[in-house]
C-alpha cells in the first residue's frame, strides 16, 4: 500500500500551501530572459530576479507572496551541473527529474526550514529517524565564511536527529551556487542511509556513513541564500535572506515506495514496460539491455519536455544539445535493445499522459512533439547504420579514431563527436579530438569565405553563446559506457 508518485508530490504541495506558501507552476526547461544559463538546473532559477532583490517576491494577481512551493522539471547535462555520464549507471541521477521546493523570499529563515523538513519526513512521511543524516557547511577560508554553527544547532533544537548525524562538508557539497555567478549561500542536506540494518555500522559520527556508499543517498538540499558571486569570485551581501529547497522527487518516490532504484517508481515503470513491448525484452533480464532501457527512459523525459518548452534539436546551443542527447538514446536502442526502426517517438504518448495534470505542456503539443521527434529519429536512423559499419571498418585494424575519420562520422554520418567518442571507448579506442575539431573550424572559415552562414554542429566552444561562460564544457558523454561504473 505504497503512496503513488502522484501523492508523493500532491502531499509535498499540500504540507507547505498549510504553512501558507502559494503552490506556483514549473518554469519551463529552457529559461527564456537568461541567457547565462542552458537549461534551467534547479527550482531557484526563476526566483532568480526576487533572491538579487530586483522584485519583492512572487507576483500572482496584484499580491505579492513571500512563500512559494513547487515542483520545477530541471535538466542537468550541462555546465556546472552535469549528471549525464551518471544517467542509467547509476539508479538516481537523471537528465531530467523534479525538484520540489519550498521558497521563502526574505520571509522565514534557517530555524523554518529545518523544522519543516524534519516534520515533513518523519512525521507525515514516516522515515526512520535512525536513518536520515544532516550535513552543514564547515566554512571556507578562501570566501571568508565560518562554520555554519547555527545550523547545527537549529538541527539539535528543532528535530530528535541524532547528533552524530550531523556532519560538516566544504563548499563543494555544502555551499550552493546555480554557476559561476549570482546567488548563493550555505546548505543543509538531508541524506537517507538505505542500507540493509546488518550493513549499518554503530561507530559514531561520520564514521557511521560513507556519503560515497551508493545506497546512502542525498534526498533534500536546504539552502540558504545570503550571497550574490560576483563575476570576479568575491561574495557581496544580498539586501535580504531567503530560503531555497530542493528535493529529489524521482529519489524521495523510490524511498517511499520501498525501490532501490527510481526506476523501478511509477514514474518510470510505464515507460519501460513500452520500451519492453517495442523491443521485446523483459526489463531486468539483462544488465546491458537494463542500461539501455534505463537511458531511453530517462532520455525520452528530457527530449520531449524540452521540444514541449520550445527547444527542438537543431545544430546549436540548446538545441543541439538536445539533438545529442536523442542521438545517444537512438544508438543504445540500435545497439543493445535491436530497435533499428523509428521507436523513440512511441514513447511520448506515454509521458504526456502519465505528466498531463502536472505539466501539461507536454499533452497540449503531443502531436508535435511526437512529430519532431520522429522526424529527428528517422534522419538520424538514414544514416546511423551506416556510420556504424565505417566505425568498425575504422577500427577493426588500428586503435584510434583520426581527426579526419571523427569529421567524416560527423559530417557525413552525423555522429556528434560525443557518440564517437562513447563508441570508441567502449571499443577500448582513442580519438583524435584536437584532429576533428581543427577540421570543424577549416569547415567553419570554408563557409565563411564562401559568405554561407554556417553553424559549428559539434564544437563545444557554440555552447558558449548561450552559457556565457569559459568554464562551460560538455563532457558528459565521454564516460557514458564505463558500464564497470554500475552501482
Ligand atoms: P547529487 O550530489 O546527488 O548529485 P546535488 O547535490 O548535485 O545532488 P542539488 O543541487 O543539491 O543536487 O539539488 C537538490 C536535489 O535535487 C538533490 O538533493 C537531489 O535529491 C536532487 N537531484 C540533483 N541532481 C539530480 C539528478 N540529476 N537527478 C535526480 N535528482 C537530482
Ligand atoms: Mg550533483
Ligand atoms: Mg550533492
Ligand atoms: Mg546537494
Keep these: 500500500s505504497h503512496k503513488s508518485s502522484a501523492q508523493i508530490r500532491q502531499d509535498f504541495l499540500d504540507f507547505f500551501k498549510e ?29 532568480k530576479p526576487i533572491f538579487l ?10 499580491e505579492t507572496w513571500k512563500r512559494v512551493v513547487d515542483s520545477q522539471r530541471c535538466i542537468r547535462v550541462s555546465g556546472k551541473h552535469n549528471d549525464l555520464e551518471e544517467v542509467g549507471h547509476d539508479t538516481y541521477h537523471h537528465t531530467l527529474f523534479e525538484m520540489l521546493g519550498n521558497w521563502s523570499f526574505g520571509d522565514y529563515f534557517k530555524r523554518e526550514a529545518i523544522r519543516w523538513a524534519w516534520e515533513l519526513l518523519v512525521d507525515v512521511w514516516g522515515l526512520e529517524a535512525d536513518r536520515l543524516y544532516a550535513t552543514v557547511f564547515e566554512g571556507d577560508e578562501e570566501d571568508g565564511l565560518p562554520v555554519d554553527e547555527e545550523s547545527i544547532e537549529l538541527w539539535k ?11 560538516k562538508f566544504d563548499k563543494t557539497d555544502n555551499f ?54 560576483q563575476p570576479d569570485g568575491t561574495l557581496e551581501k544580498l539586501p535580504a535572506q531567503h530560503v531555497d529547497t530542493g528535493m529529489g522527487f524521482e529519489r524521495i518516490c523510490a524511498v517511499l515506495q520501498g525501490k532501490r532504484s527510481n526506476y523501478d ?9 513500452k520500451i519492453g513491448e517495442l523491443a521485446n525484452v523483459q526489463y531486468g533480464d539483462d544488465g546491458q539491455a537494463d542500461i539501455a532501457m534505463r537511458v531511453i527512459a530517462d532520455h525520452i523525459r528530457a527530449v520531449s519536455f524540452s521540444i514541449a518548452d520550445g527547444v527542438s534539436p537543431g545544430n546549436e546551443g540548446r538545441g543541439f544539445v538536445v539533438r545529442r542527447i536523442l542521438r545517444r538514446a537512438i544508438r543504445y536502442g540500435w545497439d543493445r535493445l535491436n530497435l533499428k526502426e523509428p521507436f523513440f517517438h512511441k514513447l511520448v504518448p506515454v509521458l504526456s499522459k502519465q505528466f498531463a495534470d502536472v505539466f501539461p505542456v507536454l499533452d497540449q503539443q503531443k502531436a508535435y512533439v511526437k512529430n519532431v521527434v520522429r522526424s529527428e529519429e528517422q534522419s538520424f536512423l538514414n544514416t546511423l547504420g551506416q556510420g556504424i559499419e565505417l566505425f568498425e571498418d575504422i577500427t577493426e585494424e588500428k586503435d584510434f579514431v583520426t581527426g579526419e575519420e571523427a569529421f567524416k562520422l560527423h559530417d557525413t554520418y552525423g555522429f556528434p563527436i560525443d557518440l564517437t567518442k562513447l563508441m570508441a571507448r567502449e571499443r577500448g579506442v582513442e580519438v583524435d579530438e584536437e584532429g576533428f575539431e581543427e577540421r570543424m573550424q577549416e569547415q567553419k572559415k570554408r563557409a565563411r569565405a564562401s559568405g554561407k552562414f554556417n553553424v559549428d554542429q559539434s564544437s563545444q566552444k557554440d555552447w558558449i553563446t548561450v552559457t556565457d561562460t569559459d568554464e562551460f564544457i560538455f563532457t558528459g558523454y565521454d564516460e557514458l559506457t564505463s558500464e564497470a561504473r554500475i552501482k
Design 19 to 47: 504553512k501558507e506558501h502559494l503552490p506556483v507552476p514549473s518554469a519551463p526547461v529552457a529559461p527564456k530572459d537568461d541567457p547565462t544559463l542552458l537549461f534551467t538546473n534547479a527550482g531557484m532559477n526563476q526566483f
Design 53 to 62: 532583490g530586483e522584485q519583492s517576491g512572487y507576483k500572482k494577481e496584484g
Design 157 to 167: 533544537e528543532e528535530t530528535d536527529i541524532n547528533p552524530d548525524h550531523i556532519l
Design 176 to 229: 550552493w551556487e546555480m554557476g559561476e555567478t549570482g546567488p548563493c549561500g550555505p546548505c543543509s542536506e538531508v541524506h537517507i542511509d538505505l542500507r540493509p540494518e546488518k550493513e549499518r555500522a554503530k561507530k559514531p559520527g561520520a564514521e557511521l556513513v560513507n556519503m560515497d556508499d551508493p545506497k546512502v543517498m542525498e534526498i533534500w538540499n536546504l539552502v540558504f541564500i545570503q550571497f550574490n558571486r
Design 265 to 273: 517508481t511509477d514514474l518510470f515503470e510505464p515507460l519501460l514496460t
